[in-house]
């Protein structure tokens, strides 16, 4: 049996964020798992960075030749639900819903998306998918579920990366956004043999600082423009019912096109994800699917 404590951290901030998206039936999605059940720490890791285990909520910077912080450009840092006077050349995605060309936010076939997994609701989503879907997961819940995780792959399913510990990024140093993305890629490695082509960013909380980083590691940024809010279910204060999210699914239904946000984090929205799936049905896409191109920067056996 599986044992987990919810770790109390600042994630509940991202609740009232306008286009925030995160989640948890316990205020938290990071889950530590117990140790014994862990994906065991790797030697090569050990001998890159002097480190014998996996970091906690707030990992080590460990400096990679590939990453040049000179190359980033300087913009305000800024805290989750604080809009400051942010230039255009900024571009905001959770201020002001500005995206880069680069940016993945839609797709030709309506297709859902998971955030915030592996956990143990995971399992529950998996047995009732009968297609192909992407997973956007956390590198501290992949080293704590590993079995979910590689259930997860194991049925074909695409899986991007959604930083260490669901982080707020733009408020965080050139350096502690380095060490939230390559831990939670070294994560994927160790877990499952393989290096993430996707990230989403925590809350959609991403900048043209956070960009320049997230792509000097080679990863396509992945948002969504269908919101389902699904998490404001788990909140219990009605800002959100089932029919209403029902209701904007028939709508986007009738647009035949676009990536649903939603989540794997705890069992409520999980169960929500499998009547949405009814909804929509099985002729879906991965998010590699929808953009034509490859599921992994790398595969290691
Ligand atoms: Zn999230």
Redesign the pocket.
């Known amino acids: 049996m599986i044992i987990y404590r919810a770790v109390q951290t600042a994630l509940l901030a991202g609740f009232f964020l306008k286009s925030g ?3 948890a039936s316990n205020g938290s ?1 990071a889950l530590i798992g117990d140790e014994d059940m862990q994906t065991p720490f790797p030697e090569w890791l050990k001998e890159f960075t002097n480190i014998t285990q996996w970091p906690g909520l707030d990992p080590p910077y460990i400096p990679l030749d590939y990453i040049d912080l000179t190359k980033v450009p300087e913009f305000e840092r800024y805290q989750s639900g604080r809009c400051p006077n942010i230039s255009r050349e900024q571009c905001s995605f959770d201020c002001y819903n500005c995206v880069d060309v680069d940016d993945v936010t839609s797709c030709f076939k309506l297709s859902q998306t998971f ?2 997994g592996p956990t143990p609701a995971t399992e529950t989503l998996l047995e009732n998918l009968r297609h192909r879907t992407t997973f ?1 997961v956390l590198g501290i819940n992949t080293v704590s579920f590993p079995h979910i995780y590689e259930s997860v792959v194991e049925r074909g399913h695409l899986v991007g990366t ?1 930083t260490w510990s ?1 982080a707020f990024l733009p408020s965080l140093s050139n350096e502690e956004i380095v060490a939230q993305i390559e831990w939670s890629i070294w994560a994927m490695n160790a877990t499952g043999k393989h290096f993430p082509k996707y990230f ?1 960013p ?2 959609g909380a991403i900048d043209n600082r956070v960009r320049a980083i997230v792509k000097q590691f080679g990863l396509t940024v992945v948002l969504w423009d269908h919101d389902t809010f699904d998490w404001k279910l788990i909140t219990n204060d009605k800002l959100r019912t089932e029919e209403q999210i029902f209701k904007d699914i028939e709508t986007w239904k009738s647009q035949r096109k676009g990536l649903i946000l939603e ?1 794997d ?1 705890a069992r409520r929205t999980v169960d929500l994800a499998i009547k949405i799936n009814k909804l929509v049905g099985n002729d879906q896409l991965t998010v590699a699917e929808c953009i034509g191109d490859t599921d992994y920067i790398e595969r290691y056996d």
Do not use: A, K, V
Request: charged fraction near 30%; charge should be negative; proline fraction near 7%.
């Open positions: 998206e995160c989640l999605t955030d915030d956007f959604h669901h989403r925590p809350y989540h984090g």
